[in-house]
């Protein structure tokens, strides 16, 4: 398999699984609003907000990773930006496993999180494709480009 099929594999399963856990974030929300509901996620009314409007960035996030898997040479700063933001989820979840509070009540989840965020970041980096192959590939025509080799009439 080619680097860029890896890669093209490895945003559209990220694409799908970033929709699948903002969808189920927005449903969480919806869910709470349910008369003598309990909440899924245990958190308050606003933390169920904040809960919401995270799927919302999510399912948004996921069109374009999506975009990226289907063109991949056109959308190369989409893993870049997801490799970032990996890490910077990775740090937290270190920080947080650091402090004792969020150990009692998720115990090494952080860690092993933040070990797979990594792994996931560098792969995004590692597989992407290069500025050379990003060039490479011509915009058409009829979308008002000028044509790379003129005819000298």
Sequence with gaps: MSRLSLYRLLVGSLGIAFFMFGAALVAAFFLYQRPNSVPIIPTGPVGHYFVAFTGCALLAWSGGLVGAARDPLASRT???TTAFVLMLMALIRMVAWTIGDYYEWLGELPRTEATAFLLTALALVWLR?????????SVPESAGAEPKTRSKA
């Design 78 to 80: 989409i893993g870049t």
């Design 129 to 137: 494709p290069t500025v050379a192959e990003s060039m490479a590939v």
